[in-house]
């Protein structure tokens, strides 16, 4: 159910969405899997700012790990610390599960894009990576914050 969710924002919303759920299980639902129901606070999904500046450090990364003579990109580069810092899961695309897919960044909120920002800072620094963080960036801001 990768992608499905719904956002409730008002409580005399609440029976209008119900039902929307409750016709979409009944004719997309694969009823030979249980369905579980996790609500939490809705926050804005990561931001474009956060996106950039984490492809600024894929960039920076992968030209110093080049000098050293390794075949990395910065795509390269992005799949590798979205495998070794957010992990992998299971895609389900109707009856059909695909195992072990890397965590996209984009299904992430502010905050877990902030933590993954700062994971990822901590792992260049570790790998003798000093990326940039101008003053002006979000991440910044947030970490100020």
Known sequence: MMGEFWIIKDKNHL?????????????????????????KRYVNSR?????????VWCKEMSDYFSSKGADVTPEKMKELLK?????????????????????????????EMM??????????????????CPVESEYMKLKEA
């Open 15 to 39: 029976d209008e969405r119900l039902k929307f759920l409750r016709e979409w299980l009944l004719s997309e639902w694969d009823w030979n899997y249980a369905v579980q129901f996790k609500p």
């Open 47 to 55: 931001s474009l700012s956060q996106n950039a500046l984490f492809h």
């Open 83 to 111: 495998y070794k810092l957010l992990g992998t899961e299971d895609r389900v695309i109707n009856t059909t599960v695909i195992p072990n897919q890397i965590r996209r960044t984009s299904d992430l909120d502010k905050g």
């Open 115 to 132: 933590d993954f920002m700062d994971l990822v800072q901590n792992w260049a620094l570790d790998n003798g990576v000093n990326v940039s």
